[in-house]
């Protein structure tokens, strides 16, 4: 049951704030059939997205990795943005100042109509220059299907003849700098800070909420369950992104 009087609470908070910002993970897009990256549903075919989102598993099975991206972009490619990006998108063409960062390389924010989204972690319909030669490809017209089931598909090439890789952030590899830096920038000045659908545990998104809390900001975590963000978070909205945040927006 979603607490009303926090939302209000809430509401109230946002209509006032000079600058907002708002963090998502895997969890806002949940609900639209993209699965999360440490649920029970983020397996796939018994690996971990742990496991297969490194270099070292592209280094060691370029074959394997893209085929887990294929099948992830099959998926994205059917899935639609759902209530929670919606009303996050009308939250921000509302709220001057708002900005939204997310961890998710599905693009759903995009599509949802939200603007200026800091993608901290890439965005899987891109692919770049594994080399580092500068090329980057849009492939968010190629069918991803297209090459389901075909494992002798030949592996994606740069044309300077390196291959080609998923354009995201892998463990291990740095953020993108002018986009960590905007989201830090974002997190240190904003009044509220709303964690949506992340289990805080990777770094160093996790460390943004926690930023915007020392620097005095409302955080605000809408998750289904606890995470290592909920005991430092001054609101908690237990409950799905696809209700909650409707139910917010609505008040604002
Ligand atoms: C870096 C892109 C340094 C790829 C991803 C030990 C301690 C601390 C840190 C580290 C450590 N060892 C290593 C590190 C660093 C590491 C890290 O943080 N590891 C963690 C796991 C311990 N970080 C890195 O490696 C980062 N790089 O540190 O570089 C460096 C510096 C200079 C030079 C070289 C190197 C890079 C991290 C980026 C990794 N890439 N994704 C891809 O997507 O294919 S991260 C991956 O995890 C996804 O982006 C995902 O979004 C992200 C975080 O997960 P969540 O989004 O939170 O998703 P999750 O499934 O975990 O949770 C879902 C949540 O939603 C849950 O809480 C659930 O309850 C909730 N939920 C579910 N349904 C709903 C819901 N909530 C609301 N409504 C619902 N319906
Ligand atoms: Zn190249």
Redesign the pocket.
């Known amino acids: 049951m979603i607490d009303t009087r926090a939302l209000d609470q809430l509401a109230e908070r946002l209509r006032s704030a000079r600058a907002v910002a708002a963090m998502?993970?895997?969890?806002?897009s949940?609900?639209s059939g993209v699965p999360?990256?440490?649920?029970n549903d983020?397996l796939w075919r018994s690996y971990s997205?742990?496991d297969?989102?490194t270099p070292e598993a592209f280094a060691r099975d370029p074959g394997l990795v893209w085929e887990w991206?294929r099948w992830?972009r099959s998926l994205i490619a059917r899935a639609r943005p759902n209530a929670?990006h919606l009303a996050l998108a009308r939250l921000q063409s509302r709220l001057p100042g708002c900005t939204l960062i997310?961890?998710?390389?599905d693009g759903l924010h995009h599509r949802a109509g939200s603007t200026g989204v800091i993608e901290?972690?890439?965005n899987?319909w891109r692919a770049r220059c594994a080399r580092g030669c500068g090329f980057v490809a849009d492939e968010s017209r190629v069918d991803p299907g297209a090459a389901e089931g075909d494992d002798d598909q030949p592996l994606p090439a740069c044309p300077c003849g390196a291959r080609l890789r998923?354009d995201?952030?892998?463990?291990?590899?740095?953020?993108d700098e002018d986009l960590i830096d905007a989201a830090v920038r974002a997190a240190g000045s904003c009044e509220v800070f709303l964690a949506?659908?992340?289990?805080?545990?990777?770094?160093?998104?996790?460390g943004l909420p926690l930023i915007a809390g020392r620097a005095g900001a409302l955080v605000v975590e809408?998750?289904?369950?606890d995470?290592p963000l909920t005991p430092h978070a001054g609101l908690v909205l237990r409950?799905?992104?696809?209700e909650?945040l409707p139910e917010l927006e609505s008040r604002v």
């Open positions: 998502t993970g895997a969890g806002i949940a609900e999360t990256f440490r649920g983020g997205a742990a297969l989102a991206y992830r929670g997310t961890q998710n390389v901290l972690h890439g899987i998923p995201v952030v892998w463990f291990g590899e740095a953020l949506v659908g992340t289990s805080a545990l990777v770094y160093p998104a996790a809408v998750n289904v369950d995470t409950g799905k992104a696809a909650t």
